[in-house]
């Protein structure tokens, strides 16, 4: 690791293995102290830690080993930073992408009850706007870090795979470049860690996985004194889906008691749609939901039954 004088406002966390972390954890020693203003660019291992390799097959992902995935690049110590304050990170790039891939692991998803092989698909990332999912489907790349966030005011170690109200797993597609995410502070130094950078990912990540992607990622810091925010906020400086919105999508919905089951039902009637359509497997229905698929509230308020719409992007068939 390169670390540069305090006053430089650049610097570099290489070596991911020995700076990162499992977990939100308080008291984890920080890698790095920065202040506001400062940037820094990281170098990210993939979400399995290095488990899967471009040549992985179904057997690798029976074989995946859950107490190691998702580890994050950190904590940062930002200076100044108490609990109360607001921590905004700006996406600033995304570089170094080679290949990445999409997995359903049997236990883990949305439709995990309809799906309980294994199974994995690898991209190769580095024509740099798109990645081919099948002969004649090309997915825009879309990069941003799955993980993102700062540790909680509460001890102990926190499970890093579900989201909080400290950021944490939040797989939110838009934090791509230019977009700004605010953090609440919990704890001194706001010990910020990020990970699990994804390539593409549609709303939902309804299997469970994006296309998860190695990747080099810059962000910037800025601290905001005396501001408080209960849970993560963002902002985003255009249009969040040109390329997607381009040429229109086809819509399946699905109702229910709850918003799971209408996600559920808005997902499996997607996947006829492609296996009907365009002739896939079920496996590949379910995985190019999960990475391109955006799943959105049509309404919340008509007890008892809400409705959740899928929507499929047509601009990615050639």
């Known amino acids: 690791m390169t670390i540069h004088h305090h006053h430089h406002p650049y610097m570099t966390i290489h070596d991911f293995k020995s700076h990162s972390h499992l977990g939100w954890d308080n008291s984890l020693k920080p ?15 993939e979400s399995s830690g290095g488990q899967f390799t471009k040549n992985s097959t179904s057997e690798d992902v029976l074989g995946l080993d859950f107490g190691k995935v998702n580890p994050v690049s950190g904590p940062i110590y930002i200076k100044g930073a108490e609990p109360g304050d607001t921590l905004e990170i700006e996406m600033l790039d ?3 992408l080679d290949w990445g891939w999409t997995a359903i692991i049997p236990g883990f ?12 698909k690898t991209f190769d990332l580095t024509r740099r706007n798109t990645t081919e999912f099948l002969d004649g489907i090309d997915l825009f790349i879309k990069p941003f870090p799955g993980t993102i966030g700062v540790a909680l005011p509460e001890p102990g170690n926190h499970s890093v795979v579900p989201p909080g109200k400290n950021g944490g797993n939040m797989d939110i ?18 010990l910020f860690s990020i990970g699990d950078t994804h390539a593409a990912q549609g709303d939902g990540e309804v299997c469970g996985t994006a296309i998860e992607a190695s990747m080099e990622t810059t962000v910037r810091f800025k601290l905001h004194k005396g501001k408080s925010i209960a849970e993560p906020q963002y902002d985003i400086p255009g249009p969040p889906t040109p390329e997607a919105d381009s040429k229109g999508y086809y819509v399946t919905t699905g109702h229910g008691e709850d918003l799971m089951e209408a996600s559920r039902n808005a997902i499996r009637y997607m996947i006829e749609h492609l296996i009907y359509t365009y002739g896939m497997s079920k496996q590949e229905a379910y995985m190019l939901c999960s990475i391109t698929v955006d799943l959105r509230i049509s309404e919340i308020v008509d007890a008892p039954n809400w409705l959740v719409s899928a929507f499929l992007p047509k601009a990615i068939f050639r």
Request: hydrophobic share 40%; proline share 4%.
């Open 31 to 45: 890698i790095a102290e920065v202040d506001s203003g400062q940037t820094i660019t990281y170098e990210i291992t």
């Open 94 to 96: 995304f570089r170094q």
């Open 109 to 120: 998803g949305l439709l995990a009850d309809d799906f309980k092989e294994p199974a994995i």
């Open 173 to 190: 597609r838009h934090l791509t470049r230019g977009t700004k995410l605010y953090l609440p502070v919990w704890v001194e130094g706001a």
